[in-house]
Every structure is written in structure tokens, then in C-alpha cells.
């Protein structure tokens, strides 16, 4: 099979193309196949609104719910086997791509439970166990960047896990995030493991800091407030960007790790499918292509990249400073920016977690309705 020559470009530009999406569908179709010999997808990302959706359409789980019924298994555990084993499946897919990439690709991701975002130690010891059940070499946890969630990357990363830094939103934000990477490190480095088999990533999230900033903008009305309207997700991953650059290619604490064979923490590109039907449809793609970066893309995204991207090179190095300006302005207009991005941390919370109580209610009923046939 032929690989899409503007995704091949994407790649050789330094991006590693990751599907937002996994299914068991997906997975015994060939689908998942096909994309990586078709679409240069080297990865895959997972989180619980994901999960919901797979499991509430078809019956490609009906199966393995009977099955766990009959077991007398809880409504938790079932949602536990159902959602490691398509994660596990689709690390084995991968396998040959992280191999060949020295493990940077070939990643799948998991989420923790939702509900303990803002629980340290419940969050690191859930890590721990996923780590252990799913049982990959090419597994990502994902755990998200709340205030409580950083000592948990920190104490997950010590123990020699890898993980998928998700919901950052903010420049500031972010280097507490690479901060916990870093001191994860130390605490393994101390422990005398293996740092070359360490690695994470960092998902930063782009179209929702436009939803959030536009709808402010739209309610101020003023010609120079609407002129902003489009611009914030791109300058707010391109500081982010910088920001990652001053750690992880100047900085003195990762030189020192990096000598002992640590792996940066390359930043990832989440939340790229546009919701607005005024701007490009590839706008998170084109404008985001940067050496040593993830784009995560939901399949739609990925299609439209794959028919009609242009992508001409590196479009983030050494445009911090123009990126700034956008926010300078932004604040000059009166967007509370700090607001912006509590508010975003909150809803991505809220998401996630309703997401899950709505799989937790589904499954319930299935199980439910297992026992009763």
C-alpha cells in the first residue's frame, strides 16, 4: 500500500501522525492497519468520551458483556477487561512501529478514571495498575494536568511508566507538566532504572482555547476584538512550543538526564479537529507542523489532511514573538486569559467524567439485561 503524500510530508516534517480514536471495530476490521500502511499513522489516543462512543454502537461487545456477566463481574470491571484488552490489541498492532522508532511511536493511550483527576495517590496507584494489566511495552497512561494530577506524573514516571500528560491548556500549566516529567526522571534515575525506556508526551490542547477565547470575543463585539477571532489555539501552542524548547533542547536540568539517556517529552497536539465551519479544516495541522511533535487527529481531521493540506516545512520555530503579540492583544481586549483557562480545565474535567458515567450507565444496563436472557 501507498502511503498519502501530504501525511508522508507531515511526518518527514517531524510530526508523528496519531489517530484520536480507537474501537474494537476498528481493531478487527483492519481498519487500524490500514491507516498505519495508508495514512502514516504511528499511534493512537484514547479517553473516555472514545470509549463511550465505541461501546454504545454495534455489537462488537455484546459478546465479551455476556461473558463477564455470566462471571458475575461489576459494572467497573467489565468497562476494566473491555477497554484494556482493545488497548492491548491495538500495542500489539503497533508493535513493529514502536520498535522501529526506538519506542518514540507505536504509543497507545489509556486514561485513568476521570473522577480521580483531582486524587494524587488514587491517580498514581490506578496508573500503576493499568500499567501492570494492559502490560505493554508501547502503553501511554494518560493522566491529566490538574494541580493534583502533576505529583502523580511525577510518582508514576518514577516507578518507570510512561505517560500521556493530558488537558493542558495553558503556557504556565505546561512547564509544571514538564516539570513533573523532569522530576519523575530524577526519582527513577535515583532508583536506578532504565531512562531510555521512558517517555511521555504532553497533550496540549488547541480548538478548545478558540471556542472558549471566540465566544468572549464574539460578546465584545468590537471590530478589533472579532479581528482576534481564530488566532488564540495556534499562538497559544506556539508559546507552548517555545516553552518546550527552553526545557527540553537548552535547558540545563534535561542535558544532565539526557546524558543518562532520558528521552524529552515532546509536546502533542490535542484537540485539533476544527469546530468552526468559518476556518480552514486543517488549520491544527498545517499551522501546528514542528520538529519532534504528536498531532492526535480525530479520523475526519485526518481525511481532510490526507485530501487537501498544504504543508510547507516547520510553520512554529522562531514564532514566539508573534504569538505573544496575539495574546498581548487578546489581554488588551479585555480577555481575562487565566479565566479562560480555569474554565477549559474545568469543562475538560466535566467532559470526561460524564462521558464515563454515561458508559458506567450503559454497561450497567447491558449487564442487567445479560443476566436477565
Given at each position: 500500500m501507498t502511503q498519502n503524500a501530504n501525511l508522508e510530508k507531515l511526518s518527514a516534517a517531524g510530526v508523528s501522525v496519531w489517530l484520536d480514536d480507537l474501537s474494537r471495530t476498528r481493531i478487527q476490521s483492519g481498519n487500524l492497519v490500514e491507516l498505519i500502511n495508508t495514512r502514516s499513522v504511528v499511534g493512537v489516543t484514547t479517553n473516555p468520551s472514545i470509549f463511550q462512543a465505541a461501546l454504545s454502537k454495534g455489537e462488537a461487545y455484546d459478546a465479551q458483556v455476556n461473558e463477564l456477566a455470566a462471571r458475575g463481574a461489576d459494572v467497573e470491571a467489565t468497562i476494566r477487561t473491555i477497554t484494556t484488552d482493545d488497548v492491548r490489541d491495538a500495542?500489539?498492532?503497533?508493535?513493529?512501529?514502536?520498535?522501529?522508532?526506538?519506542?518514540?511511536?507505536?504509543?497507545?493511550?489509556?486514561?485513568?478514571?476521570?473522577?480521580?483527576?483531582?486524587?494524587?495517590?488514587?491517580?498514581?496507584?490506578?496508573?500503576?495498575?493499568?500499567?501492570?494489566?494492559?502490560?505493554?511495552?508501547?502503553?501511554?497512561?494518560?493522566?491529566?494536568?490538574?494541580?493534583?494530577?502533576?505529583?502523580?506524573?511525577?510518582?508514576?514516571?518514577?516507578?518507570?511508566?510512561?505517560?500521556?500528560?493530558?488537558?493542558?491548556?495553558?503556557?504556565?500549566?505546561?512547564?509544571?507538566?514538564?516539570?513533573?516529567?523532569?522530576?519523575?526522571?530524577?526519582?527513577?534515575?535515583?532508583?536506578?532504572?532504565?531512562?531510555?525506556?521512558?517517555?511521555?508526551?504532553?497533550?496540549?490542547?488547541?480548538?478548545?482555547?478558540?471556542?472558549?477565547?471566540?465566544?468572549?470575543?464574539?460578546?465584545?463585539?468590537?471590530?478589533?476584538?472579532?479581528?482576534?477571532?481564530?488566532?488564540?489555539?495556534?499562538?497559544?501552542?506556539?508559546?507552548?512550543?517555545?516553552?518546550?524548547?527552553?526545557?527540553?533542547?537548552?535547558?540545563?536540568?534535561?542535558?544532565?538526564?539526557?546524558?543518562?539517556?532520558?528521552?524529552?517529552?515532546?509536546?502533542?497536539?490535542?484537540?485539533?479537529?476544527?469546530?468552526?465551519?468559518?476556518?480552514?479544516?486543517?488549520?491544527?495541522?498545517?499551522?501546528?507542523?514542528?520538529?519532534?511533535?504528536?498531532?492526535?487527529?480525530?479520523?475526519?481531521?485526518?481525511?481532510?489532511?490526507?485530501?487537501?493540506?498544504?504543508i510547507t516545512g516547520d510553520t512554529v520555530s522562531n514564532k514566539a514573538g508573534n504569538a505573544q503579540k496575539v495574546f498581548d492583544q487578546l489581554s488588551a481586549a479585555g480577555i481575562d486569559l487565566p479565566d479562560v483557562f480555569r474554565v477549559l480545565e474545568t469543562e475538560g474535567v466535566d467532559k470526561f467524567t460524564k462521558s464515563w458515567k454515561e458508559l458506567l450507565d450503559a454497561t450497567e444496563e447491558q449487564l442487567q439485561a445479560a443476566n436477565k436472557s
Open positions: 500495542c500489539d498492532i503497533f508493535l513493529p512501529v514502536y520498535e522501529s522508532s526506538g519506542g518514540v511511536d507505536g504509543r497507545v493511550s489509556i486514561e485513568v478514571d476521570p473522577y480521580l483527576a483531582f486524587e494524587t495517590d488514587q491517580t498514581a496507584a490506578q496508573a500503576i495498575e493499568l500499567w501492570k494489566i494492559v502490560d505493554r511495552p508501547n502503553l501511554l497512561i494518560k493522566i491529566p494536568a490538574t494541580e493534583a494530577g502533576l505529583p502523580a506524573i511525577a510518582k508514576t514516571i518514577g516507578e518507570g511508566i510512561s505517560v500521556n500528560v493530558t488537558l493542558i491548556f495553558s503556557v504556565e500549566r505546561y512547564r509544571l507538566v514538564m516539570d513533573a516529567y523532569l522530576e519523575g526522571l530524577e526519582i527513577a534515575k535515583a532508583a536506578g532504572r532504565d531512562l531510555t525506556k521512558i517517555h511521555s508526551v504532553a497533550s496540549f490542547f488547541v480548538s478548545r482555547v478558540d471556542t472558549e477565547i471566540d465566544a468572549r470575543l464574539d460578546k465584545d463585539g468590537s471590530d478589533e476584538a472579532l479581528a482576534l477571532r481564530g488566532k488564540a489555539g495556534v499562538a497559544n501552542a506556539v508559546l507552548a512550543y517555545d516553552a518546550y524548547q527552553d526545557v527540553f533542547e537548552t535547558g540545563d536540568r534535561f542535558t544532565e538526564l539526557q546524558a543518562v539517556g532520558a528521552n524529552r517529552q515532546r509536546p502533542l497536539w490535542a484537540s485539533t479537529g476544527v469546530k468552526n465551519p468559518d476556518y480552514s479544516d486543517v488549520m491544527y495541522v498545517t499551522d501546528l507542523v514542528a520538529p519532534n511533535t504528536v498531532n492526535t487527529m480525530p479520523e475526519k481531521t485526518l481525511e481532510a489532511v490526507a485530501d487537501h493540506a498544504k
